[in-house]
């Protein structure tokens, strides 16, 4: 996919014929320094916005095909998002946050139990019914990634999730999150400017100039030494 902002002069390429595939429940990194276009990716892929030409596949499904009606109820059903800075909403508590996307998509009987599950899966169940503004930065965290799998999703996207923690507290997220993705056979694409604490995954691509590769920089460099 390509996407340019902007008109004549003002013209940004952000996404130069970005072009990957992930399988179902791999564990992919983002990679690429600051305006490399990595938020414009994951904008793409979250349907947040349209490529300006190409195609985003998801499901099989080719989301540039669908209605604005159809993206909506096709996001909500698809996809979780995390991102940078919780976004929670402070008036309501824990589990009504971790709920609310599955409000949107239509409530069912087994909600409040699924939510109940997650959060407890993500060590918060003594926090359920404390208001999102009463919680730490790092709680917050873990409320929205059980936020982000309440409506089981086909992916997890997560913009820089670590961004705005403490080191011990963004180590604590990064584990969760793959012990998440582990246990729920869970697809995660997260942006980061820190892969090294993510450890071993399964894929990570570097955006470079709206240039997507397979791999970091540094395996690159090691490529073309070897
Ligand atoms: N809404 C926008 N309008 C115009 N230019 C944008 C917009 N969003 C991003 N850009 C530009 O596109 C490029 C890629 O941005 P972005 O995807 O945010 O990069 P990253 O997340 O890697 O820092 C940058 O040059 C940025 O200034
Ligand atoms: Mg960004």
Not at 50 to 67: E, M, S, Y
Not at 94 to 111: C, H, Y
Not at 119 to 140: D, Y
Not at 193 to 219: C, L, M, N, Y
């Amino acid at each position: 996919m390509s996407k340019i902002y902007g008109y004549g002069e003002n013209q940004v390429k952000a996404l130069d014929h970005a072009s990957f595939s992930i399988e179902k429940g791999e564990f992919v990194l983002i990679v690429g320094s600051s305006g490399s276009g990595k938020s414009t990716l994951l904008n793409m892929i979250g349907l947040l916005d349209r490529p300006t030409n190409g195609k985003v596949f998801i499901d099989g499904v080719d989301t540039t095909k669908l209605t604005e009606n159809k993206i909506s109820s096709f996001r909500n059903k698809k996809l979780g998002f995390i991102f940078q800075f919780s976004n929670l909403l402070t008036d309501l508590t824990v589990l009504e946050n971790v709920l609310l996307p599955r409000q949107i998509g239509g409530t069912n009987g087994s909600a409040e139990k699924d939510a109940r599950d997650l959060l407890k899966t993500v060590g918060l169940e003594p926090q359920l019914n404390k208001r999102a503004n009463k919680i730490s930065g790092g709680q917050a965290q873990r409320v929205a990634i059980a936020r982000g799998l309440i409506n089981n999703p086909s992916i997890v996207l997560a913009d820089e999730p670590t961004g705005n923690l403490d080191s011990v507290t963004s180590d604590n997220v990064v584990q969760l999150m793959k012990s998440m993705a582990k246990k729920l056979h869970q697809t995660f694409i997260i942006v980061t400017h820190e892969p090294e604490h993510f450890g071993d995954v399964d894929k990570i691509i570097t955006i470079k100039d709206g240039k997507a590769f397979e791999g970091s920089e540094q395996t690159k460099k090691m490529e073309v030494i070897a």
